[in-house]
Every structure is written in C-alpha cells, then in structure tokens.
C-alpha cells in the first residue's frame, strides 16, 4: 500500500512500506538522492553534467528515409510488417470473407515492397489460402527460414 512520506527537501511523494523497510524511498527524486547522499569516504556527489544523452527533451527522432538505420526494401519480413501495422489502419472485416477475427496483413504481389497499396487485410484463414498454391513458400524464398521467426499477426 502507499505511504506519503515528507523528503529531506520538503517534498511529499508517495512510496511503500515495502522500500522503506529495505532502506530505500528516503528521496523524492534522483535529483535529490544525489544532491543529498554522501560517498562512503565522506565526499558529497556532485552532478554537474546536464542530460548528454541523444533523447534530450524537444530532440525529435528522423523518421523514414531520413533515419540513418533506413534499410528501405532490403529490410526483413518482421519490420516490414511492423512497418505496415504502423501506416495503414487495419480495418475492421477481411477483404475477402468479410470475417471480423484475427485480422493479418498479406502482400498481394509476393514481392514484399514498402508500398502500403501492396498490402491487403485478410483474416488468418483467407491470408493462409492466399499465400498457398504456386505462391507458397513465397516470403520463406526471400527472407529464409531464419528470417521468417518470431511473426505474429
């Protein structure tokens, strides 16, 4: 259960029991953990350095093409359709049967390109049918075996 408990610098936040009885939750922040702490030898932390990391606040990330891990086509089965969940909304019935479950994206020319007009909503029975006779194994042929683990949906 949560406990308000007053920090050193006359902050209330909340913690548990659990972390107060194992000698933790006595700070309101990193901040002032480390603004407040000692080192065993007596000396105080000083953080003088400002977030250095690549994510600081208002950075924004290039996306696509301006994103230098852009792998364009060359790029495997499972980001390809990751990046296709990410641009296309998925509708709510396969474009075949109409079924409302367990809807998947399947590519219409086999060829696995980043055109998202090349994809189309299917349920997982109608996508197992499309991709079965002369196509099957189509995907398995570009990527290889190894390349095809890990997928759902």
């Not at 936040?13 to 065993?40: D, I, L």
């Not at 105080?44 to 290039?62: C, L």
């Not at 390809?80 to 709510?92: E, S």
């Not at 196509?135 to 095809?148: E, L, N, Q, S, V």
């Amino acid at each position: 259960m949560g406990v308000t408990v007053t920090c050193i610098c006359g902050a209330d936040f909340k913690t548990t029991e659990k972390r107060r009885a194992s000698g933790r939750g006595k700070y309101c922040s990193k901040a002032c953990a480390y603004s407040n702490m000692q080192r065993p030898s007596g000396l105080k932390y000083d953080i003088t350095a400002v977030n250095k990391a690549w994510f600081k606040p208002g950075h924004e990330v290039p996306t696509g093409e301006q994103n230098p891990a852009w792998r364009g086509d060359e790029v495997t089965y499972q980001r390809l359709h990751r990046w296709v969940r990410q641009h296309k909304t998925l509708p709510t019935a396969c474009e075949h049967c109409g079924g409302e479950e367990q809807l998947e994206w399947a590519n219409k020319s086999r060829e696995y390109r980043r055109d998202l007009s090349d994809w189309l909503a299917l349920c997982r029975l109608c996508h197992r049918r499309y991709d079965s006779g002369p196509w099957r194994g189509a995907a398995t042929a570009k990527y290889g075996r190894a390349g095809m683990r890990g997928l759902r949906g």
